[in-house]
C-alpha cells in the first residue's frame, strides 16, 4: 500500500485493522467467578500481512480455564503472574475476521471485572505492526473501516514512522497557511466591498444635492 494513501486514509477516519476486546460477565466480580474475553480482528489493508498472531495476556487474577480455538491458542510466557497466549495466524488478507473466546476463573485476589489485554501484530510493507485493542466491540452497522478501533501504521490519529510524521507535519503547515491565506482574502474582499458600498453612497448623496455655482438657488 502506498504510504500516503495509508496515512491520509487514517486523518480521515479509515482502519486498516481492527482488534478489539469484550469483557463477557458481572462487572463486580468475586472469587472463584467465570469471566470470559471476546476478542475480535478485523484485517482490512489492500497488502497482505506475512507472520501474523494475535496476543492475549490474561492478568494474575485470573486462571485460564478454556479456549473456543481447538487447541489453537498456545501459552507464550508467563508463569504465576501475566501470561501472555499466542494464536498463530501467518499470512492474512483483505477481508479476514475471526472472534475468539477465552474463558477464565477469578481469583481471590480479584477486584471488579479483571483488565485482559490484546494486541495483533504481522509484518506488512512497512515492518512489523503491531496493533493494541479497544474495550468494547466494534460498531454495528457500519463498514470495518469505520470503526473506533486501533489502527495499524498509526497507532490511533498519530504516525508511527518518519515518513508519516513528515506528512503528519506538512499537512499541517498546509492547514495553517490555507487558513492564513482564506483570512487574508476575507479581509481584503470586506475592505474592497466597504470601499465600493461608500463609493455608491457619496455617489447616491451627490445625485440628491442640488448642484451649486456660487450663486443661491432662486436668485
Known sequence: MNPLWGFLGNLIGQRSVQVTIKNIG?????AHTPVEYRITYVYQSAT???????????PS?????GDNTNNELLLEEGGS?????????????????????VLGMTTGDAIGFPSARARFEYDGAN???????????????TPATKSTASTANS???????????????????????GVRKAKIYYQKRKAMIESQEGENE?????????????????A
Not at 515492518?127 to 452497522?141: E, H, R, W
Not at 510524521?165 to 499541517?172: E, Q, V
Open 202 to 218: 457619496r455617489g447616491r448623496l451627490a445625485q440628491l444635492l442640488p448642484e451649486s455655482n456660487g450663486t443661491p438657488q432662486g
Open 61 to 65: 487474577d485470573v486462571i485460564y480455564i
Open 81 to 101: 503472574g501475566e501470561r501472555t497466549y499466542i494464536l498463530p495466524i501467518g499470512r492474512i488478507e483483505k477481508g479476514t475476521t475471526r472472534t475468539l473466546s
Open 127 to 141: 515492518g512489523t505492526q503491531v496493533v493494541a485493542a479497544t474495550s468494547g466491540a466494534l460498531v454495528t452497522g
Open 26 to 30: 458481572p462487572k463486580n466480580v468475586v
Open 155 to 177: 497507532g490511533g490519529w498519530l504516525p508511527s514512522s518518519f515518513f508519516g510524521w513528515i506528512l503528519y507535519l506538512m499537512l499541517i503547515v498546509l492547514s495553517i497557511i
Open 48 to 58: 497482505p500481512g506475512t507472520n501474523a498472531k494475535l496476543k492475549i495476556i490474561l
